[in-house]
């Protein structure tokens, strides 16, 4: 698993939301800890549906909790130097 080119501030919004642990969104959205810390981390990109299930937890849209980094996307800049 390497980097991926989606920021989150899932750390942030657990904060916000009453110092929730790692844990505790794991067991909301149906996933393990490790999930969640992999997720944080930056070395997992989670599917569309926990994406979901995760901003219905902390009830913002996707974009207040993930962004995709386009500068980082080598698919794109391959693409370009084809052009």
């Known amino acids: 698993m ?5 920021n989150n501030n ?3 919004l657990r904060f916000h939301k009453g110092e929730m642990t790692q844990q505790t ?13 992999a997720i944080e981390k930056g070395k997992y990109s989670p599917t569309l ?3 979901f299930r995760i901003a219905g937890i902390f009830e913002v ?9 386009s500068a980082e996307d080598k698919f ?5 130097n084809l052009r």
């Open 49 to 51: 549906e926990l994406a």
């Open 10 to 12: 899932i750390r942030t």
């Open 76 to 80: 794109k800049k391959r693409n370009q």
């Open 61 to 69: 849209p996707l974009t207040e909790i993930f962004t995709y980094n």
């Open 2 to 6: 390497g980097q991926t080119h989606i």
């Open 25 to 37: 969104l794991a067991d909301e959205v149906g996933v393990t800890r490790q999930t969640i810390v």
